[in-house]
């Protein structure tokens, strides 16, 4: 089973998961880093203030990525390390960095694809209302201009946000991660001003870099109803509508589905004059990422969405506690296309965490290239089905800081040794090589 000609190969991580050097070279703090200096947050105590050494060891990185044979490297800038007060000065050593890192993937032939915001906004920002203040989508523009102006001749693709949903669902109403608030009200806000941001980049990297491709990375998990009963069918329904076309249609149909707006009742967002106009800005493609499903039930006490997931017991499950469902990947794939027409998508996050352990100098982490491999089918049974998939980043490239899990999940290829920063290919690993370099899986082979 083969993928296309030029199906981009790739693995995805992000700054603050991967870079540590949370306050080196005039980087100022994100939110991340205060979310993770305030205990009881973080499982163990865990922080990102080294976490894989990422900033000092990009070049070793980048010789293992060429060592997997891979086309291509999805990673985030940390906005505060160019801009450590989220607007103003910019820090020349923080642009620098990402400057360097782009020119090591350039030299190994590995094509670069920047994830603007992935979640660690300045603290400066924050404390100013933060993405509740309408005024941060005006500066998301204008730190990806900035950033764009240095890094535009070599960056593939642009992916403004990473997942508002999950941003906007674990940072403003369980309050798991920064900035750590429980307000549905400001989280629906939030959203707005979120894709305010993401139309707002999309319009500033078109106007800096002529021929960008531009887009953004969603969480897409389809939603199955837990029975047939009606009230089990509407439950599913509402989930999708929130979890999915809230975040989704803004940046696919330029407009929020009212069904969902409706739903929302006293929870909707205050829009402004002009802001429907603004929040249309076509994007060339769509990024997807996906784990696993979600199967619903009726659940009135559940705010806004009256829906609870329900757990598929006697299914195997991953580290993360999620279901090991590969078709969640053809079926989510499939109504993109169906719905959103034919539009490119990327998928930009798919793998698992599993409990490794190091034997003999090796990971033999069968269950994850198990998972890899069954979600890998169901990726090309999408193409085969005609969605115009183009490429597969796995999450991720290493081992990293699972934010309020700390370092207790590993999803690497690569696993890494934290005391000594030592980097060790998994099995899975070699399998992905051998998938990236075959462009596909090699005749089935029994595992
Ligand atoms: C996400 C984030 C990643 C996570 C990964 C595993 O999708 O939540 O993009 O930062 O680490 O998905 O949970």
Redesign the pocket.
Known sequence: MRFPEGFLWGT?T?AY?IEGAWNEDGKGPSIWDTFSHTPGRILNGDTGDIACDHYHRYREDVAIMKRLHLGAYRFSISWPRVLPAGKGAVNPAGLDFYDRLVDELCRQSILPVVTLF??DLPQALEDDGGWANRETAKWFAHFAAIVARKLGDRVGLWITL??PL?FVLAGYIFGIHAPGKQDPQVALQVSHHLNLGHANAVRALRETVRGARVGI?H?SMPVYPASEREADLLAARRADGFVNRWFWEPSLTGRYPQEVWDELGPFAPRLEAGDEEALAAPIDFFGH?S?TRMVMRDEPSIPIVRAAQVRQEGRPHTD?DWEVYPQHLFDALTRLHRDYGPIDIYIT?N?A?YRDEVQDGRVHDEQRRLYLEAHLREAARAIAAGVPLRGYFC??LLD?F??NFGYS?R?GLVYVDYPTQTRIIKDSGLFFAEVATNHGLLADKQP
Do not use: D, I, L, P
């Open positions: 995805a992000s998961q992935h979640w990473n997942e999950a990375t969480v990422n784990y993360m996050e793998g965490a999450w991720s990293n699972e934010w999940k999803f």
